[in-house]
């Protein structure tokens, strides 16, 4: 059985299962932001709930989604807003 250690968690190991689900996780991100035109703002709570609307029983937190929406955007040149949480 393949692990991978997530960065940034320092001793968590996470299964290849979970893994697989990031890819996923990281595909349905792609597909909802790539529509946003490059040097726009990409909203972390509008993303998170399209991506929540296309896979409900994605096993991704919410933190781990928001990481990968502002890797993805900044890969595509987009800003990110994080409005996840209302004040």
Known sequence: ?????SPGWE??????AVFKS??????LVDAVIRSVPIG??????DT???VRKA?????VSDCELVE???????LHGQFVLFDLRKP
């Not at 059985?1 to 250690?5: E, G, I, P, R, T």
């Open 22 to 27: 990031m890819s996923t996780a990281a595909e």
């Open 11 to 16: 001793g968590a190991i996470k299964s290849q």
């Open 40 to 45: 726009s703002v990409v909203s972390v709570r």
């Open 48 to 50: 998170v709930a399209e």
């Open 68 to 74: 990968t929406i502002v890797d993805l955007a900044t």
């Open 1 to 5: 059985m393949a692990f991978w250690v």
């Open 55 to 59: 896979e409900p029983d994605l096993p």
